[in-house]
């Protein structure tokens, strides 16, 4: 048991630090479903037990929780927390978890808890006070430890087998606990930024939108850089579609669900009204380099953002003597979002602006009356460059979007002496 023991003042030391750094947010009721959200989205697939109870009863409770018990969440929800305990380990699991969140005690405990079929569980965990919905409440975390103790009473003999699987145990549970303080860090660090309110939404489909925020502060940048913002405990760097002169950020947006996804799925449950918070320094070196006269750019779907920030800003600087040939593929003819805009810009400065959609789903039924290009964007590169006559020398080629396109641009067109730039939107 000493090195059961051990793994308990392990833990203890990360449940003590822990509760120095949460700080208690007072958040408007939009932002406490967002935190909720979010919470959800953390901590619903970690791979220790997670629970909330408030006002004695159960207000969340993890995958591992439901299997561990082998009760639904309908089930949980809204039930006694003590009622699964063992009815002789009540009194004291009550009165530890009493002193922990008044801060008297800070060693984990072990109790044991009966599941769904009548089996006994033996639990090791700790809690930790929080807010939850704007409340006060308790955060449970706690880690099945039933196996090990079968292991401990059938290896009696054998105590240096049993102090490594404890010892283990402790370090897993110490893992989760420094994730956990980590995202309540990083909570504290976004809820002190600057914010930006959403002012305007347009959804485009069911996983792309377009929004214009309106930050609180002077916020300066350049054509082709980037803006970062964040929710609850997540931030994410956007490109910028509007031009530095437009008085507001209009950002083209695209949904990336669970588990990749962490920051779009609660962007998509913003209304205007709703705020974000926006460091204060934009930031990248995606911009335009005035040296060459050909730019030859090549998105995805909204790797097309910095491309239309710097045109916009082009043609309102009153510049002249560049050619920008745009290049843009998508699986759908309704995610050119800024198709019209690119054509009319090319039809009035035709000297100017050359604009290419290409679908690469040509035979579905979302492509229904397509009468444009088809195909992969990045296996027309080399097709269009030889239509226009665009050299090295006098062509710089940009790449954004997926990463997969952006590998394959560069493969075919730095061995030609092309120089590539490229912004990607995440990694492979």
């Not at 955060?139 to 079968?150: N, P, S, W």
């Not at 910095?306 to 560049?322: A, C, E, L, V």
Request: charged fraction near 30%; aromatic fraction near 10%; include cysteine.
């Amino acid at each position: 048991m000493k090195g059961n023991d051990k793994a308990k003042e392990q833990l203890a030391n990360e449940v003590v630090a822990l509760r120095q750094k949460v700080t208690e947010l007072e958040p408007s009721e939009g932002e406490r479903k967002l935190e909720e959200n979010l919470f959800r989205s953390l901590f619903t697939n970690s791979p220790i037990g997670i629970y909330v109870v408030q006002d004695g009863k159960f207000q969340f409770v993890n995958s591992r929780f439901q299997r561990d018990t082998s009760y639904s969440e309908d089930e949980l929800l809204g039930a006694d927390s003590l009622s699964i305990v063992v009815p002789e380990d009540r009194v004291v699991v009550r009165g530890c978890a009493v002193s922990m969140l008044k801060g008297d005690r800070s060693a984990p405990y072990e109790f044991r808890i009966v599941d769904k079929a009548g089996e006994t569980r033996w639990i090791i965990g700790t809690v930790a006070p929080i807010q939850y919905g704007g409340r006060r409440a308790a955060l449970g975390y706690y880690m099945d430890v039933t196996d090990d103790k079968r292991v401990q009473e059938a290896l009696r003999e054998s105590g240096e087998r049993y102090k490594s699987v404890v010892a283990n145990l402790g370090e897993a549970i110490a893992a989760n606990v420094g994730i956990m303080e980590r995202d309540w860090r990083m909570r504290d660090v976004i809820a002190k930024l600057p914010r930006a309110r959403v002012v305007e939404r347009k959804d485009v489909t069911g996983e792309l939108m377009v929004i214009k925020l309106e930050p609180e502060i002077d916020f300066a940048f350049k054509s082709g850089q980037y803006c970062t913002l964040g929710l609850g405990s997540v931030e994410r760097a956007y490109s910028i579609v509007s031009a530095p002169h437009e008085p507001r950020l209009e950002l083209f947006v695209e949904l990336v669900p669970p588990p990749e996804g962490a920051l779009t799925p609660m962007m998509w449950k913003l209304k205007v009204g709703d705020s974000m918070s926006i460091r204060p320094r934009s930031k990248g070196i995606f911009t335009m380099d005035e040296r060459y006269h050909q730019h030859l750019m090549v998105a995805t779907v909204t790797g097309v953002a910095p491309f239309m920030s710097t045109i916009r800003s082009y043609f309102y600087r009153g510049s002249q003597g560049h050619q920008f040939y745009v290049l843009q593929g998508a699986s759908y003819q309704d995610e050119f979002t800024y198709k019209e805009e690119l054509e009319d810009l090319a039809r009035s400065h035709p000297e100017t602006v050359i604009y290419v959609p290409t679908v690469s789903r040509p035979k579905e039924d979302r492509n229904a009356g397509w009468k444009g290009v088809t195909g992969r964007v990045n296996t027309l590169v080399e097709e269009y460059i030889d239509k226009y006559g665009l050299d090295p020398q006098g062509t710089l080629v940009y790449a954004c979007g997926h990463p997969g396109m952006i590998e394959d641009v560069k493969s075919k067109l730095e061995p030609k002496g092309f120089k590539v730039k490229e912004e990607r939107y995440w990694k492979q």
